[in-house]
């Protein structure tokens, strides 16, 4: 085709400058908008008891309600607790404001040390309404609640007076004073932000329409059963060190202290964390007994209660035999699973589109959502990095059926299901579908070459993941299982599939984050409706699964066949959370997405600036829409050293007190971090599943230090007994020296080390 005329050459220039400055301007905007709005809200302390004493957990709220204080709680609150919320309130202009709470129970509000707002009282949901004049500037705040059982309710609103009252806008609240100027800031920046985000709209059409008589060269697609080895080196180094670069940025600021900064706040992370250290501690020891951790003594296999995170313990072990703390290790490991992730899907986009632009978009796609920026407490869930290679093996053995391509489809298989039993799950559902919806690859003659491949395939993972399956075998037989009510609990919901933890959206949230991004979405439009995720055997593989798993993610209520298959395979009663298979779908939504950006490069393959111009915004826009920087941490200290002392007797078993009743059982989650300097058998515990002895152990020792709870310590075996003053009752911290059977061997902070003698034996 001839070069276009210099004035249109002209004009497509000039729109490609003017759209790309647009889209800059645009993202700088944002990102100077999130900085600035970092973290809006308040300081949020919760505590199990109704007094407002014993703090349990640690947050920003931006949005307080009823709402936030169940996500707060993970939607699984005690039946009676409390929570106090602390910060500024900025006033823009001076006068008379009015103040209001809608509680159910007791809440008040605080100004400058002033009590505006007291709605006392047990009660139903009542408003209290109150009006203060207020001059310009950052104000201090205290709100207050407390909940005595039943219903749970809070809503705090406020308003200039006559004007009706409405929800406190979260860019007023802060932890810090906030200034004229930086409020100023803000609100251009509202301005500019959605002002920009539509010029470039606008420019791109525009574009759009200066390009739509280029020709669509057909996509290359030769080479397609290349291995592995014929990569190109440089560029997979180039594209690994590009995906490490955006996982700091998208982390930020973990990279910068990641052995104090955690997610600590969160019990799961703490699991993970002993989950870690166990498999170091143990494997150059008993390596036969991997499973029988030292949580929730004297059962046996108890690290099989959760995830076992196997191919992450391996990761982690070199670091943690140099001396790494399990918060280094733990963060360590959770760097290198996004950035593995988004680099396997990067490969194998690659691979299959001939198109490196294409697999770094699927690689951001893959490594950073809604779904993986938002489950950083939980380690199992940021490890996908097998799943890719596992496709693309699958793909080589349909095509070509060969044992080679077996071994491997196996291999990438185990390596993911030793990842998590959630994605050993996930993967055998994708490739299962995968495999129906290309019937023209085994289907009739072809049947006798590829059922040979994958039954061998299916037979080397199965062996391979025999031993570490076989603990949750017993499990299962001892009648740890899940009711089809509990797993429809948490089944998804729409809502779910807009949520995001990114600074870019305000969508309500859901429980789980699976919002796919609007960039994203729009680009698996381009491969839907060029037929391609229809006409490549590869992009429909993808497609089929990802429907799949956004069906069953509605759990048994909706998803045909559900109930029969939960019954039927054991395996899938691990699925607690069914909404996750939704995670099915932002794979999917990768891969297409990829296939999309290809087909774009190509229909913009000239001019060569243009093309590189678009292929840059496009990556940016993909990874800059899920941006929830900067993320909050808690700061991790270290463990107190006196949870060493227990280890110099071979023969201690150790509880901690008070035990957390098994409806809050994620309060004892701390201890198996702090059991990690001593590794003896301990009493406490946190999992998925509770074992019966937990609740005998708690309803024997919940009156602590009273004569049953020694007797039944004593029972247990128990040797030494750690207590957590700052959650033990007053009146039973007061009667623990008077206790004859205690002997104290040492005090740190708010923790004491009791020795518990034996029970004399009678004369």
Not at 10 to 38: D, E, H, N, P, Y
Not at 119 to 143: E, W
């Amino acid at each position: 085709m001839a070069d276009p005329p210099d004035p249109l050459r002209k004009r497509r220039a000039r729109v490609t400058l003017g759209f790309t400055v647009a889209l800059g301007l645009w993202i700088v905007i944002g990102l100077c908008r999130s900085q600035l709005l970092a973290r809006p809200g308040l300081h949020a302390h919760y505590f199990s008891t109704v007094d407002l004493s014993g703090t349990d957990r640690s947050v920003i709220d931006s949005v307080i309600s009823t709402e936030q204080i169940s996500r707060d709680w993970d939607f699984k609150p005690p039946d009676t607790f409390s929570a106090r919320w602390t910060g500024f309130l900025y006033v823009e202009q001076p006068g008379i404001y009015a103040f209001a709470t809608t509680s159910a129970d007791r809440s008040l509000i605080r100004l400058d040390d002033e009590t505006i707002v007291a709605n006392d009282g047990s009660h139903g949901t009542v408003t209290s309404i109150a009006r203060r004049r207020l001059d310009r500037g950052s104000h201090a705040i205290v709100l207050e609640y407390q909940h005595r059982g039943g219903p749970y309710h809070l809503e705090w609103s406020s308003a200039p007076e006559g004007q009706p009252l409405g929800p406190v806008p979260p860019w007023l609240l802060s932890t810090r004073p906030k200034g004229a100027i930086s409020l100023l800031l803000i609100r251009v920046l509202d301005w500019l932000f959605p002002t920009m985000g539509l010029l470039a709209i606008v420019l791109a059409a525009w574009l759009a329409l200066l390009y739509r008589g280029s020709p669509a060269p057909r996509m290359d697609t030769t080479d397609q059963q290349t291995s592995a080895s014929s990569w190109n080196r440089r560029r997979g180094f180039i594209s690994l060190a590009l995906f490490a670069a955006m996982t700091v940025i998208q982390t930020w600021p973990l990279a910068t202290d990641p052995a104090h900064l955690s997610r600590n706040d969160n019990a799961d992370t703490n699991l993970n964390e002993w989950t870690l250290a166990w498999f170091a501690h143990q494997l150059p020891r008993h390596p036969l007994q991997l499973f029988d951790g030292n949580m929730f003594y004297p059962e046996h296999h108890t690290v099989a209660y959760a995830e076992t995170l196997l191919v992450q313990d391996a990761m982690a072990a070199p670091a943690l035999w140099l001396g790494a703390s399990p918060v280094l290790a733990y963060n360590l490991v959770l760097l290198a699973g996004f950035t593995l992730t988004g680099w396997a899907m990067c490969l194998t986009v690659t691979h299959w589109t001939n198109d490196w632009v294409a697999g770094i978009a699927a690689g951001v796609l893959m490594a950073f959502n809604a779904h993986t920026l938002s489950r950083m407490p939980h380690l199992q869930a940021l490890h996908v990095e097998f799943l890719p290679f596992a496709l693309m093996s699958l793909d080589a053995l349909l095509r070509r059926p060969r044992w080679t391509s077996a071994v491997w489809l196996a291999f990438w298989f185990t390596l993911q299901a030793l990842t998590s039993v959630y994605l050993l799950v996930f993967t055998a559902v994708a490739l299962a579908v995968g495999i129906l919806v290309r019937p023209e690859d085994w289907f009739g003659r072809r049947l006798a070459a590829v059922a040979p491949m994958l039954g061998l395939a299916a037979g080397l993972a199965g062996i391979a993941l025999a031993p570490f399956l076989l603990p949750y075998w017993r499990l299962h037989e001892q009648g740890f299982s899940r009711s089809l009510d509990e797993v429809g609990f948490f089944a998804a919901q729409v809502r779910d599939y807009l949520t995001t933890p990114s600074r870019f959206h305000t969508f309500a949230g859901g429980a789980v984050g699976l919002f796919p991004g609007a960039i994203a979405s729009l680009l698996t439009a381009v491969a839907i409706a060029s037929l391609k995720a229809f006409t490549d055997r590869r992009a429909r593989m993808c497609l089929a699964f990802g429907v799949c798993g956004v069906i069953l993610s509605f759990g048994p209520a909706i998803a045909p066949g559900y109930e029969f298959f939960y019954r039927t395979v054991p395996i899938l009663q691990g699925i607690r959370t069914t909404a996750r298979f939704g995670y099915l779908g932002l794979v999917a939504i990768a891969v297409l997405a990829g296939y999309g950006v290809a087909i774009l490069r190509q229909r913009l393959s000239q001019p060569r600036l243009a093309n590189i111009a678009a292929s840059l915004v496009v990556v940016t826009l993909l990874f800059a829409e899920p941006l929830a920087i900067p993320i909050w941490y808690a700061h991790f200290d270290g463990i107190p050293s006196i949870y060493s002392l227990p280890s110099s007797d071979p023969h201690a078993i150790v509880a901690e007190m008070p035990m957390a009743p098994p409806e809050r059982q994620f309060r004892d989650a701390v201890y198996l971090l702090d059991s990690t300097l001593n590794w003896r058998p301990l009493l406490n515990g946190y999992s998925g599943f509770i074992p019966p002895s937990y609740e005998q152990h708690y309803l024997a020792m919940k009156d602590f230090p009273n004569g049953s709870s020694i007797a039944a310590l004593r029972a247990a075996g128990v040797t030494d007994v750690f207590v957590d003053f700052d959650r033990l009752d007053a009146g039973a911290a007061r009667n623990l020296d008077r206790e004859p059977a205690l002997h104290r061997r040492a005090i740190q902070g708010s923790i004491g080390l009791y020795r518990l003698e034996p029970a004399q034996p009678r004369p």
